[in-house]
């Protein structure tokens, strides 16, 4: 992940020619600029403008957590993030959690553990543990469970879902 250089919540400026307003960002620790509505959320300008789909969006309503994306480390329903609220911060992605040379840890333990049938909520799913995983080093089961609580699967993989956090959890701290 990269960091903000950016100062956070530094006003939008206009667009040219009367066009929407300019919005500054730090996306997987690539700096954008892109001009986009004052009613646009985040999670449209990630996909729609900056293409990156690792985020879903299932309810939309900041209820199923399918959007969930990393604002200053923090896990974050991109569906109901006006875009330029968080003008300046750093925004990690699904696509930025690892690196060009591996998965993120939570990611190589979801693989390991087939934890997917659809593979629709895993977006929130991951993103969710691996903030967890980043501020606790030792989570536990309830903990986890807790955490993840917010985050729907229709599929009903809940259950290889926790196990494969407890995995990287597990790894993670006798790493
Ligand atoms: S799409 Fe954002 S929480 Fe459901
Ligand atoms: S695997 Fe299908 S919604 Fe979770």
Known sequence: ????????????????????????LEVNGRAVSVSVSREATLLHVLRNDL??????????????????????????????IPA???AGRCITTLEGLGSR???????QAFER?????CGYCLN????????LLAREARPSPARIRAELSGN????????????????AAARLASA
């Open 51 to 80: 293409g990156l789909n690792g985020p879903k969006y299932g309810c939309g309503l900041g209820q199923c957590g399918a959007c969930t994306v990393h604002v200053d480390g923090v896990a974050a329903r991109a569906c109901v």
């Open 113 to 117: 553990a087939q934890a997917a049938q």
């Open 124 to 131: 929130g799913m991951v993103m969710q543990a691996a903030a």
């Open 152 to 167: 729907l699967c229709r599929c009903g993989t809940h259950i290889e879902i926790l196990r494969a956090v407890e995995d």
């Open 101 to 107: 040379h591996g998965f993120h840890p939570v990611q």
């Open 1 to 24: 992940m990269g960091s903000c250089d950016a100062s956070p919540g530094q006003a939008a400026a206009p667009g040219a020619g009367g066009s929407a307003p300019v919005l500054a």
């Open 84 to 86: 330029h609220g968080v």
